[in-house]
């Protein structure tokens, strides 16, 4: 009977080991950016995988609206897609840098650069 309470323990404790869901943190979820960037030849399946749920999201929720770029993501959308909803974080910074840059440099064709950059994405990826 101690046998079997031993191993129902580990068991259980196996269990919840392999169903914990990662705990993400603005600093993490950089690092994890980082890496799906710069080493997109070497990614695992996962990694992957993992990116293309990143990237499907960003491309159906960045649009352009009045010359500005605009996310219409939400922190759920992202983990919802099993991602860290600090993407959503990143993302937001992101735009607001782009659209200070699209400002400072006086461009007009915002739309045509969105399109042209997610087909160059669609290309390269």
């Not at 695992?44 to 605009?70: F, I, N, P, S, Y």
Request: charged share 30%.
């Amino acid at each position: 009977m101690k046998h079997l309470f031993y191993l129902l323990f580990i068991l259980s404790l196996m269990f919840s080991c392999s169903h914990k869901q990662q705990e993400y943190t603005l600093e993490s979820t950089r690092t994890e950016l980082k890496e799906l960037i710069e080493n997109r030849n070497s990614l695992t399946t996962a990694q992957k995988a993992k990116k293309e749920r990143l990237m499907g999201l960003v491309m159906e929720k960045v649009t352009v609206e009045d010359g500005k770029v605009k996310n219409l993501s939400r922190p759920e959308d992202f983990s919802e897609q099993d991602l860290s909803s600090f993407y959503h974080d990143i993302l937001e910074e992101s735009v607001v840098d782009l659209n200070r840059w699209i400002e400072e440099e006086q461009i007009s064709n915002v739309d045509s650069l969105l399109s042209e950059a997610m087909r160059f994405y669609l290309l390269h990826q």
